[in-house]
């Protein structure tokens, strides 16, 4: 036949009909269910409610369990054959042994899934490659009623048959697949393409009939076109076996942990079929959870990884949201990730392992350099809605200057087919195959879909060196990576953030879960404190509660729990238990505190008090203590006994509070009648904050009719619904505060908002409590000021970005909404305004405005998000000097890390009424971390510079050591610098981290 009469749809067609002929059902099974609300153990296995079932027949809803039973025998008919089994639970199954250890993972093929990516199913179990007949079969299964992706797709028995699987038709229909997805990509008139296209037409005559010896002779047809090898290449593939696991998204944490056990079961059972397969998994947190509830599965998982074929992966606890994530949670992720593979596995890791997280803090760089982890695989950048990044390999230049190794999959996915698609993408999409002959490759199913399956491995052996195609070797990724950084000097560098532009929702939604990680991240920092001051008294640390309650908040920080992109019941468990750990965390800041307050010499105080301050810098604050306010001056990292007898008289307040107007020593501020703010005078500055002609403050309502990811790009532009009036106004003094306090009822929900001017304060509270009930709507809050920049300063982990406040092109206009921590700031040189916050991570900078997203209430996935009560702060801070002069990051952690008021006897001790355990002479360094070390009782301190500047400091330390080391941030040696001494000096480059270990004496 002529070549342009071969026609693709009927090459097509052929491969359909040999799919159909593959296996052969020959008897049906016995299927027993026993269902339950939530996972039982295997020797519980009964306990459910028992049913008998056919197909068809239903079996549960979304989010219950069964387990399955499937029994029957081998019919004689399977004599001499190849037999599995076809078993489909419309859910997610694994099959057991008989100590109820994982198996297989079998998936619904009726899953949701991208099906250009591939069918998602995993059905079949291999029985027997030569049956005797008549043997029994007696199967056990844990199943959950769920898809791939949580949602609920009938739950009903699909299949359950005893099939003969004719091997040599199934090994055809990889012959075929392979050679005919090869001819849709080779060039229209290639010879190549021509000459594989007429040997599948051949086939096709031959397989007229599905006869056993037409199929045989259709291989034979075939064989000396898969033969044909690729010769040199330009670009050679590394591909790994992959299945991305969400620890918690559309399903809950139980879940996940029965989703680990499928997938890595599946994955060992592929392993034993292909020699050549080698697979890849992340998360300690993961494994953690297979060795605690499937020993002997991470057994063999172990056995794997010694064998040099299961790579583990990832240099994090769990693959964290790094935008919100705080700096020292993201040290410890590392800390802790990297730990925990070295102890269990021996295996150092050296791949920053994060493919689907939402954007890239420019601060990971310089923490992956100090942690020796100097590569970094992600893909989410092309996710970007409006420019495309300009590289797949790069070098990553973080805000200090300490580069690491990028790499991107060039095929955009972490579920890769495997197919000729798959590497003709590769080739043909890779931005650096001028200057890199390398390229990674991840294949498989993910979110429990079992990583890889038959049809992955099976494409893979045909096309490790097939003409027409890229040779693709499975390897490591860390071994593709060490043949890439052999040209590391050619590759581009890309400086600053990886923004990623999409997902711009997840800085807001879910605002509870935000506040309670950032409170317990600063709450954690502050028992670390309490505690080691503590252990010069003898007291003990709590190491291992300490880990164990870092890790369980590391866990809340997955890509999919801190940034609210989860279903409802993975916040009403992560929010129940953040209250516990914040509780016994507050509770054992107490109990430290407490025992320091008892040894100090109280004796001249009439009602004393010990007030401890975490911060390297000496606060002068109120406090109200049992009634009476006192303005307390406490030195750096240390306490101070205050007299509580005597209150502060009321002529030191200098306060002013009328129905429209607050004035204290230094501002005086101006409201209109909805309640916003006309004007903010500067005093001292004798300038106004607020820019001519508009209203500070301005409380807006949006249409928001997008998801927990995505807010519509156009929002601004849209009408927004400002609060009206008031329906209640209060203004009073109250002690040193002026206040004016003043209701709103919008909708459903009422916010009630003070409004605070502190005497010898600078900075305007927002003290805000909101019962939000709004549908499918976002709250901001405005500030127009009287600054002209085209930047905005925005605190990140360990340093500030700046961003653009114009949208001069589209990558400006992109970073529209913007991650930021305690802080933003316009800064002129001579004058600039910050807005700080508590707990909230959104902000928007255009022009000379401030703007920070307060709530958010989208109804996918979680269609009660943030319908609940809220209480956050956010602060205006007018200062003299730029950012870094009038030191805002101060503010924003003086905002954040409240003194300590500890109530103590008047009695004797040993303690002074007032000390200083560390001091930084440079107010531009920051002491992030005083901890206990990991595997030593010496201290360790982490410092960092917070203003882009390079400086000499000297660093007091009260306590003796016998000497000081600089160490990395796994707490590894690097240099001695310091012995038997006091004060020590450092120097550091702009942003840098220093973590210094302090020894006792030998």
């Given amino acids: 036949m002529p070549y342009e009469t071969i026609k693709i749809e009927k090459l097509k067609a052929t491969l359909n009909r040999i799919q159909k002929h593959i296996y052969t059902p020959i008897a049906s099974l016995e299927v027993t269910a026993y269902v339950t609300k939530e996972p039982v153990a295997f020797d519980q296995r009964r306990s459910g409610l028992e049913m008998g079932l056919?197909?068809?027949?239903?079996?549960?809803?979304?989010?219950?369990?069964?387990?399955?039973?499937?029994?029957?025998?081998?019919?004689?008919?399977a004599v001499g054959k190849k037999v599995v089994l076809l078993i489909d639970v419309n859910g997610e199954l694994c099959l057991v042994d008989d100590e109820g250890a994982p198996v297989q993972g079998l998936t619904n093929v009726n899953s949701e899934f991208d099906y250009s990516l591939g069918l998602?199913?995993?059905?079949?179990?291999?029985?027997?490659?030569?049956?005797?007949?008549?043997?029994?079969?007696?199967?056990?299964?844990?199943?959950?009623?769920?898809?791939?992706?949580?949602?609920?797709?009938?739950?009903?028995?699909?299949?359950?048959?005893?099939?003969?699987?004719?091997?040599?038709?199934?090994?055809?229909?990889?012959?075929?697949?392979?050679?005919?997805?090869?001819?849709?990509?080779?060039?229209?008139?290639?010879?190549?393409?021509?000459?594989?296209?007429?040997?599948?037409?051949?086939?096709?005559?031959?397989?007229?009939?599905?006869?056993?010896?037409?199929?045989?002779?259709?291989?034979?047809?075939?064989?000396?076109?898969?033969?044909?090898?690729?010769?040199?290449?330009?670009?050679?593939?590394?591909?790994?076996?992959?299945?991305?696991?969400?620890?918690?998204?559309?399903?809950?944490?139980?879940?996940?942990?029965?989703?680990?056990?499928?997938?890595?079961?599946?994955?060992?059972?592929?392993?034993?079929?292909?020699?050549?397969?080698?697979?890849?998994?992340?998360?300690?947190?993961?494994?953690?959870?297979?060795?605690?509830?499937?020993?002997?599965?991470?057994?063999?998982?172990?056995?794997?990884?010694?064998?040099?074929?299961?790579?583990?992966?990832?240099?994090?606890?769990?693959?964290?949201?790094?935008?919100?994530?705080?700096?020292?949670?993201?040290?410890?992720?590392?800390?802790?990730?990297?730990?925990f593979f070295l102890q269990e596995f021996n295996r150092e890791m050296k791949i920053l392992w994060v493919p689907d997280i939402f954007g890239y803090s420019a601060s990971l760089p310089q923490l992956l350099k100090q942690s020796g982890v100097p590569y970094m695989v992600t893909q989410k950048l092309s996710w970007s809605e409006y420019n495309d990044h300009p590289h797949h390999t790069f070098m990553w230049e973080g805000l200090d200057g300490s580069k690491v190794l990028t790499h991107l999959p060039p095929e955009d996915t972490y579920n890769s087919p495997a197919a000729p698609r798959s590497i003709v993408k590769t080739e043909q999409d890779y931005l650096d195959k001028n200057i890199s002959g390398h390229a990674l490759m991840l294949f498989g199913i993910g979110d429990g879909g079992g990583g890889p399956g038959e049809e992955h491995l099976e494409r893979l052996m045909r096309e490790k060196n097939l003409q027409g195609l890229s040779p693709v070797t499975q390897e490591p990724a860390l071994d593709f990576f060490e043949k890439l950084d052999s040209q590391a000097e050619r590759y581009k560098v890309w400086r600053g953030e990886l923004y990623l532009e999409k997902h711009q929702g997840t800085l807001t939604s879910q605002a509870r879960n935000k506040k309670y990680n950032r409170q317990m991240e600063k709450a954690l920092r502050e028992l670390e404190f309490a505690a080691t001051i503590s252990l010069s008294l003898g007291r003990a640390y709590p190491a291992d509660e300490l880990e164990l309650i870092w890790k369980e908040t590391l866990l809340y920080q997955f890509h999919d729990i801190l940034p609210g992109s989860s279903i409802a019941r993975v916040y009403e468990e992560s929010l129940a238990r953040y209250e516990e750990l914040l509780s016994r965390v507050e509770a054992l800041i107490g109990e430290y505190y407490g025992r320091l307050a008892a040894g100090i010499d109280s004796r001249s105080f009439d009602r004393p008090a010990a007030v401890f301050n975490s911060l390297p810098w000496e606060r002068k604050e109120w406090l109200q203590i049992d009634g009476s306010w006192i303005r307390a001056t406490v030195p750096s990292m240390g306490y101070r006994v205050i007299e509580t007898a005597v209150a502060a008289p009321l002529e030191e307040f200098n306060l002013a509070a009328t129905p429209d107007m607050l004035e204290n020593e230094y501002l005086k501020i101006s409201f209109h009648a909805d309640g916003s703010i006309l004007s903010i005078f500067d005093k001292g500055l004798e300038r106004e904050i607020v820019a001519e002609g508009s209203r500070a403050n301005v409380l807006s309502l949006y249409h928001d009719n997008g998801d927990a990811w995505d807010f519509p790009a156009d929002y601004s532009r849209m009408k927004a619904m400002e609060m009206g009036l008031p329906s209640d106004i209060k203004v009073y003094v109250d002690g040193p505060k002026a206040v004016r306090e003043q209701t709103y009822r919008f909708g459903e929900s009422t916010l009630v908002q003070k409004i605070l001017l502190t005497s010898q304060s600078k900075r305007v509270d927002f003290e805000s409590s909101v019962d939000w009930l709004e549908n499918e709507k976002m709250l901001r809050a405005s500030f127009p000021v009287r600054v002209f920049t085209d930047a905005v300063n925005c605190d990140v982990q360990f340093g500030h970005i700046k961003r653009p406040t114009h949208r001069n092109t589209s990558w400006d206009s992109a970073k529209d909404e913007i991650c930021a921590h305690q802080w933003i700031d316009l800064s002129q040189h001579d004058f600039g305004v910050a807005l700080l916050n508590d707990c909230k991570y959104g902000f928007k900078a255009e022009g000379n405005v401030l703007d920070i997203n307060l709530l958010r209430s989208p109804s996918a996935p979680d269609p009660t998000c943030d319908r609940a009560r809220h209480r956050f702060v956010y602060s205006l801070l007018p200062h003299g000097g730029d950012f870094v002069q009038a030191q805002v990051y101060k503010e924003g952690y003086a905002l954040n890390v409240p003194l300590r008021v500890i109530g103590i006897s008047s009695s004797g001790g040993d303690e002074a009424q007032s000390n200083s355990y560390y001091q930084i002479d440079s107010p531009h360094v920051m002491i992030e971390t005083v901890k206990k070390a990991e595997d030593s009782d010496a201290i360790i301190i982490r410092l960092y510079e917070t203003s882009g500047t390079s400086l000499t400091t000297d660093f007091h330390v009260k306590a003796p050591y016998g000497k000081a080391d600089l160490v990395d941030l796994m707490e590894r040696e690097l240099e001695e610098i310091a012995q038997g001494k006091g004060t020590m000096t450092l120097s550091f480059t702009p942003f840098e981290i220093k973590t210094i270990r302090l020894s006792g004496s030998e």
């Fill in 54 to 77: 056919k197909p068809g027949d239903k079996w549960g809803e979304l989010w219950d369990c069964a387990w399955f039973r499937f029994t029957g025998s081998m019919p004689g008919t």
């Fill in 120 to 339: 998602p199913g995993k059905r079949v179990v291999h029985i027997s490659s030569c049956a005797t007949g008549g043997e029994s079969i007696d199967l056990w299964g844990d199943a959950g009623c769920n898809d791939l992706f949580g949602h609920y797709r009938s739950g009903t028995l699909k299949e359950a048959d005893i099939a003969i699987c004719n091997e040599e038709t199934r090994r055809l229909y990889y012959d075929f697949e392979v050679l005919l997805e090869l001819v849709e990509h080779l060039p229209e008139q290639s010879a190549r393409r021509i000459r594989v296209r007429h040997a599948l037409y051949e086939a096709t005559l031959v397989l007229a009939e599905m006869a056993e010896e037409n199929i045989v002779a259709a291989r034979e047809i075939l064989a000396p076109e898969l033969a044909k090898q690729g010769g040199d290449s330009s670009l050679s593939i590394s591909a790994i076996g992959h299945a991305h696991i969400d620890l918690a998204w559309l399903w809950p944490i139980r879940e996940t942990i029965r989703k680990g056990a499928r997938t890595f079961s599946t994955a060992l059972r592929m392993m034993e079929q292909y020699p050549d397969y080698v697979f890849g998994a992340s998360q300690p947190q993961l494994y953690l959870w297979m060795k605690q509830y499937y020993p002997k599965l991470y057994d063999q998982i172990k056995a794997r990884v010694e064998e040099g074929r299961w790579e583990i992966q990832g240099a994090m606890w769990v693959e964290p949201d790094s935008n919100l994530a705080g700096g020292e949670a993201l040290v410890r992720q590392i800390l802790y990730g990297k730990r």
